[in-house]
T-cell receptor, first 112, second 119 residues
Framework: KNQVEQSPQSLIILEGKNCTLQ??????????LRWYKQDTGRGPVSLTI?????NTKSNGRYTATLDADTKQSSLHITASQLSDSASYIC???????????FGAGTRLAVHP | DTGVSQNPRHKITKRGQNVTFRCDPI?????LYWYRQTLGQGPEFLTY????????KSRLLSDRFSAERPKGSFSTLEIQRTEQGDSAMYLC?????????????????FGPGTRLTVL
């Protein structure tokens, strides 16, 4: 069964600190992996996309990694800001399918 | 605003009533998707359209649910005889794909969602 699991379920950090979110997937065939940010009451917005051959990709203070052998990805946020408070969802696309397989998300709260 | 829009943003209804949601995708996008998201969970796929054709439906889409995209532009999702278990956020997304096999890495852009509460 295709699944995407994320950890931790929730996380609280202080403003300015770094954090790392984890994503494990059992999806085959694998096409690509995206990290989305979803603010409360809003739709998800893509942060990064990674294909099979990519190991690291950065988007400002966000850095995503992908290990296709172990089927793990991480999202590292540096120098967190209050506006980073949101849910971060790992999404895997399988082969040519048009539907995406979503993780349950990690709810991040950044406190001053 | 040229993003995906959804209306209404919030809907409160009584059990047994019918509700209809509308999604306006990004204008040049040929694919449109509906998802359902419950609290604390990621979105779950419901159905998708390529232009006006509904090409795939999830098993989550019971007989009480129907989606249309009559002219290949906006789409509607109707829920008949609503149940309390239908309470969720209903998300719409759109994408542009020029690849008929569906294997291109086209990004789906999400709307803000319609939050349904069934009392």
């Amino acid at each position: 069964k295709n699944q995407v699991e994320q950890s931790p379920q929730s996380l609280i950090i202080l403003e300015g600190k770094n954090c790392t979110l984890q994503c494990n997937y059992t999806v085959s065939p694998f096409s690509n992996l995206r990290w989305y940010k979803q603010d409360t009451g809003r739709g998800p917005v893509s942060l990064t996309i990674m294909t099979f051959s990519e190991n690291t990709k950065s988007n400002g203070r966000y850095t995503a990694t992908l290990d296709a052998d172990t089927k793990q990805s991480s999202l590292h946020i540096t120098a967190s800001q209050l506006s980073d408070s949101a849910s971060y969802i790992c999404v895997v696309r399988s082969g040519g399918y048009n539907k995406l397989i979503f993780g349950a998300g990690t709810r991040l709260a950044v406190h001053p | 605003d040229t993003g995906v829009s959804q209306n209404p943003r919030h809907k409160i209804t009584k059990r047994g009533q019918n509700v209809t949601f509308r999604c306006d995708p990004i204008s040049e996008h040929n694919r449109l998707y509906w998802y359902r998201q419950t609290l604390g969970q990621g979105p779950e796929f419901l159905t998708y359209f390529q232009n006006e054709a509904q090409l795939e439906k999830s098993r989550l889409l019971s007989d009480r649910f129907s989606a249309e995209r009559p002219k290949g532009s906006f789409s509607t999702l109707e829920i008949q005889r609503t149940e309390q278990g239908d309470s969720a956020m209903y998300l719409c997304a759109s994408s542009l794909s020029l690849d008929p096999t569906g294997s291109s890495y086209n990004e789906q852009f999400f709307g803000p969602g319609t939050r349904l509460t069934v009392l």
